[in-house]
């Protein structure tokens, strides 16, 4: 495997488009909204979206391991880990792995600082939130992920949502607004929703490592109605941005993305096996992406118009 494959592979590469989606939504809301593009300074944006992304992957694959959630999941008949794979499976020495994970944090923080520079020193609040909800979503003393009381849902919300959609608008126009706040809230909830998803792989080896996510704490019957639930929020949370002018009214497309999942959760039954929820997690990667990318075509749409 050459250098790059392994990069991918131990950083879970293939998850940033949920990371990539909100930052270009709120770069394409400065742009439409205020006239307001600095092509250089997107590209350190992404760049430093990137590294603080894959670093969250990281520090929760390092500190998975190291709390024994990921060994017990991979020691459970049935139940799918969704780490790498490289610590739980002694394929890569701990001291590496926690090397690289430090230096894609050094790399986001770079970018941090360059953008307050440039932008404000705002811009810092962003970097320092975004790493200390990586970094204690599993890690002590806090592991607010750990809790079960919805605390890593808000979380993952504010840094999926409000954060890189606000973030990316004020590195662009150096001012916040209420506007990519509400833009964010459809692609903050369905990242929501698949960080939630992804818990019914192995949420028994959760409970047996004490991990309580609130699959573990509700059971898998009702934390199953609550994720359609939470679907149908994203959505309706799509429609009022089209309500209060945020976005044109054939930004609605977007509601087309919910009949992926919705086909999925008509075949689960109340309990199933865990393999029966991966078509789930991949329809709900692919509503949060393409929400959010139809979302991100229908401003820049309306801004040519």
């Known amino acids: 495997m050459d250098n790059w494959k392994l990069f991918k592979k131990i950083t879970r590469f293939g998850t940033i488009p949920v990371m990539l989606i909100p930052v270009v939504l709120g770069t394409v809301g400065a742009y439409v909204w205020e006239g307001s593009f600095h092509p250089f300074l997107f590209v350190i944006t992404i760049i430093g979206a990137v590294a603080a992304h894959l670093f969250s992957n990281m520090v929760n694959d390092l500190w998975d391991f190291r709390n024994g959630t990921d060994t017990e999941a991979k020691n459970t008949p049935g139940m799918i880990s969704t780490n790498s794979g490289f610590l739980s499976g002694g394929l890569m020495s701990e001291s590496l792995f926690a ?49 079960g009381k919805g605390y890593s849902e808000f979380a993952i919300f504010v840094a999926f949502g409000i954060m890189p ?32 998803n992804h818990h019914f792989l192995h949420w028994r080896a959760d409970k047996q490592a004490g991990k309580r996510t609130l699959v573990v704490v509700w059971g898998e019957r009702r934390a199953l109605v609550f994720s359609q639930i939470l679907l149908l929020i994203s959505y309706v949370s799509l429609i009022v941005c089209v309500m209060f002018g945020v976005l044109p009214v054939y930004g609605l497309l977007a509601l087309l993305t919910a009949v992926a999942p919705v086909h999925v959760y008509r075949g ?34 309306q801004g040519f118009i």
Do not use: H
């Not at 440039?118 to 750990?146: K, M, Q």
């Open 165 to 196: 959609v606000l973030g990316s608008y004020f590195v662009q126009t150096g001012e916040f607004s209420l506007k990519p706040v509400l833009l964010s809230v459809p692609v903050g909830l369905l990242t929501t929703l698949l960080l939630f």
């Open 99 to 147: 090397s690289l994970t430090w230096g894609l944090l050094a790399v986001a923080v770079a970018c941090g600082l360059f953008l307050s520079i440039s932008s404000g020193w705002e811009t810092l609040w962003f970097v320092a939130a975004g790493a200390l909800i990586a970094y204690f979503y599993v890690a002590p003393p806090l592991r607010f992920g750990y809790r």
């Open 268 to 301: 689960l039954q109340p309990q199933n096996a865990s393999p029966a929820y991966l078509p789930l997690m991949g329809a709900s990667q692919q509503a949060s992406v393409r929400c959010g990318a139809i979302m991100a075509l229908a401003l820049l749409i």
